[in-house]
């Protein structure tokens, strides 16, 4: 299900966003939000909803309103008498729907080319390997890793076992560990974008939606010690700069 990765495809949309440049960067901003979407079998995967009128749907809104009070670090909090596990996965999906969101707005800039190993600066570079069908880790481009990445972490979002939708049904064990898992590989995608795709960002005007994306996402993986701090190297220093005035 890899092997139709780039191609012709890709060239072609490449080639049409440099016309589409011409226009405004509104229009483009515009425009490749709506390409992403439709060009699912790249990077950009199908968002993941959360059923309205669900409990977690309650959470998602709650979430959301927090949000907009202004204090993250209160915001993250695990509500009361809210189950961790149902938390935990509810914030795990709105982060993969917006970094699924930022990285789309860039994807025309993430190529073999431009990326051919998958990296967060000069020091740290990653290989793909996701433990069950990828044992030995792949050394590949970016995009291709993202790819990986991101089809990776729908697939488990969208395993019923993992993640119970349904009122009821239990979170398994062993949800707190793949949760871990799926925010330390997320974060890599955060770091490859704000590491090699930063100027675009700016240039698309993303700028400040990314840094808020990240900082809840920060706050969120503090609050409940949910990433090893070495993972976080790569990004350590925008880490101290984002979430040193809340402190
Ligand atoms: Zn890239």
Known sequence: MHGVLGGAMDFKAGADFKYRMKQGRDMVKKQLILDSGSRSSKTFKPKKNIPEGSHQYELLKHAEATLGSGNLRTAVMLPEGEDLNEWVAVNTVDFFNQINMLYGTITDFCTEESCPVMSAGPKYEYHWADGTNIKKPIKCSAPKYIDYLMT????????????????????????????????????????????????????????????????????????????????????????EKLTSKDR
């Open 152 to 239: 990776w972490v729908q697939d488990q979002l969208d395993d019923e076992t993992l993640f119970p939708s349904k009122i009821g049904v239990p979170f398994p064990k062993n949800f707190m560990s793949v949760a871990k898992t799926i925010l330390k590989r997320l974060f890599r995608v955060y770091a490859h974008i704000y590491h090699q795709h930063f100027d675009p960002v700016i240039q698309l005007q993303e700028e400040a939606h990314l840094n808020t994306s990240f900082k809840h996402f920060i706050f969120f993986v503090q609050e409940f010690n949910l990433i090893d701090r070495r993972e976080l190297a790569p990004l350590q220093e925008l880490i």
